[in-house]
């Protein structure tokens, strides 16, 4: 079972936006901006990030729950930073404040909860359900 994890522990992640990481990319009628699937995966891995240490060697933090807000275009060629703060924990869910800057002002704010699983445990039970 994974360690007891401080309030106020924190993770970061990065990515410098590509076309790929756009709305354009997925429909020509959209703006080349970035997508908020994308900032809330660097999001995601924010709160990965400050998780992993605290895990044990067969577990990895999860996503179980996601409140996000993107408040702000980015174009192509910025770099987005996502910053994951942990704000509670409740039995096994580890709530994270986080936020998304793209080094001009905050583009998107909200919630993450994650949880720790046992990848074993999770590969058999996941086995036996697409049997």
């Known amino acids: 079972m994974a360690k007891p ?5 924190r993770g970061e992640s990065e990515q410098k936006v590509e076309f790929e ?8 009628a959209l703006p080349p901006v970035y997508s908020t699937p994308h900032m809330i995966a660097l ?4 709160a990965f990030n400050a998780l992993q240490p ?5 577990e990895v933090s999860v996503g ?8 702000a275009p980015t174009g192509i060629g910025a770099l987005v930073k ?16 986080v936020t998304a800057h793209n080094g001009l002002e905050e583009i998107g704010r909200g919630t993450v ?9 999770f590969a058999g039970r996941h086995s036996k359900s697409s049997n």
Request: aromatic share 10%; net charge positive; no cysteine.
């Open 5 to 9: 994890v401080p309030i106020g522990v």
């Open 21 to 28: 990481h756009t709305l354009t990319y997925h429909n020509k």
């Open 43 to 46: 999001m995601e891995f924010a």
């Open 54 to 58: 605290f895990a044990d060697e067969d």
């Open 64 to 71: 179980t729950a996601i409140n996000i807000e993107h408040r």
């Open 82 to 97: 996502a910053e994951a703060v942990l704000e509670s924990v409740t039995k096994r869910f580890h709530v994270f404040r």
């Open 113 to 121: 909860t994650r949880a720790f699983i046992n990848l074993k445990k």
